[in-house]
């Protein structure tokens, strides 16, 4: 299942109950824990998350005019997160969200050449992020110790591993190490006894070029701007 169908699942399970359920004005019945929870102005937490990220690849003017490269594409990498949680309330329905997290990712762009005695070949980026998100956060009324959420924000990302080895091969492609995405996402909160747990899914995309453009080397040359792209999975465990 891809990241798109994955998402419409996801959604459709999640606010399936919002708009089933009626809301007779009585919105604390069942909420035993979330009224213990919604005392606190600010509280903390941890995240642990499965990410999938990819580019988005645009080609050049010289893709169409060499001779040796015919196609350039970027294949989605599984990875990592690990985070922290900081989120301050902002009246009933709202909040606001600091998550610094440090990622790890898997990045591919793969070429296949003209020549008959060349295989298609790839040019694997492994990533450290070190990223810093602020999201605003919108909650839906409680329904039996859990609510709805959709979240948006912007993302600031430093990849801690860009002068690796590999990166600075003068045959490699090369990806800026900082990026800038904007975040969409939704989820649900589960108030339990002792914590808050919050499935979430979110999409990140980049939008300044993170490509380094070298016109000596041809894969670099083929390519006219690449953008992040990022489908993450997370469990925030907070209280």
Same mark, same amino acid.
């Given at each position: 299942?891809?990241?798109? @169908?994955?998402?419409?699942?996801?959604?459709?399970?999640?606010?399936?109950?919002?708009?089933?359920? &009626?809301?007779?004005?009585?919105?604390?019945?069942?909420?035993?824990?979330?009224?213990?929870?919604?005392?606190? =102005?600010?509280?903390?937490?941890?995240?642990?998350?499965?990410?999938?990220?990819?580019?988005?690849?645009?080609?050049?003017?010289?893709?169409?005019?060499?001779?040796?490269?015919?196609?350039?594409?970027?294949?989605?990498? =599984?990875?990592?997160?690990?985070? $922290?949680?900081?989120?301050?309330? $902002?009246?009933?329905?709202?909040?606001?969200?600091?998550?610094?997290?440090?990622?790890?990712?898997?990045?591919?762009?793969? %070429?296949?050449?003209?020549?008959?005695?060349?295989? =298609?070949?790839?040019?694997?980026?492994?990533?450290? /992020?070190?990223?810093?998100?602020?999201? @605003?956060?919108?909650?839906?009324?409680?329904? !039996?110790?859990?609510?709805? #959420?959709?979240? @948006?924000?912007?993302?600031?990302? /430093?990849?801690?591993?860009?002068?690796?080895?590999?990166?600075?091969?003068?045959?490699?492609?090369?990806?800026?190490?900082?990026?800038? @995405?904007?975040?969409?996402?939704?989820?649900?909160?589960?108030?339990?006894? %002792?914590?808050?747990?919050?499935? &979430? +899914?979110?999409?990140? !995309?980049?939008?300044?070029? $993170?490509?380094?453009?070298?016109?000596?080397?041809? &894969?670099?040359?083929? +390519?006219?701007?690449?953008?992040?792209?990022?489908?993450?999975?997370?469990?925030? #465990?907070?209280?």
């Amino acid at each position: 299942m891809n990241s798109s @169908a994955f998402f419409r699942l996801f959604a459709f399970t999640l606010f399936l109950p919002l708009f089933t359920m &009626e809301v007779d004005g009585q919105t604390a019945r069942g909420n035993y824990n979330f009224l213990d929870f919604n005392q606190k =102005p600010y509280y903390f937490g941890i995240t642990l998350a499965y990410n999938n990220s990819n580019f988005r690849v645009f080609q050049s003017r010289e893709f169409i005019l060499n001779d040796s490269i015919t196609r350039v594409e970027s294949v989605t990498g =599984p990875g990592f997160n690990l985070g $922290i949680v900081t989120n301050l309330k $902002i009246g009933e329905n709202f909040d606001v969200r600091f998550l610094p997290t440090l990622s790890f990712g898997e990045r591919n762009i793969n %070429y296949a050449a003209t020549r008959s005695d060349r295989r =298609p070949y790839a040019r694997r980026i492994e990533s450290v /992020f070190v990223e810093m998100p602020f999201h @605003a956060r919108y909650k839906s009324v409680p329904f !039996h110790d859990m609510r709805l #959420f959709v979240i @948006a924000g912007v993302k600031y990302s /430093f990849d801690v591993a860009s002068d690796s080895r590999s990166r600075n091969a003068e045959s490699l492609v090369k990806i800026a190490p900082n990026d800038f @995405a904007y975040e969409i996402g939704a989820g649900v909160q589960m108030f339990l006894p %002792y914590f808050i747990f919050s499935p &979430e +899914i979110k999409f990140s !995309h980049g939008f300044n070029n $993170i490509l380094i453009f070298d016109k000596e080397l041809e &894969e670099s040359s083929v +390519i006219d701007r690449v953008l992040s792209r990022t489908f993450t999975l997370s469990f925030h #465990f907070e209280g």
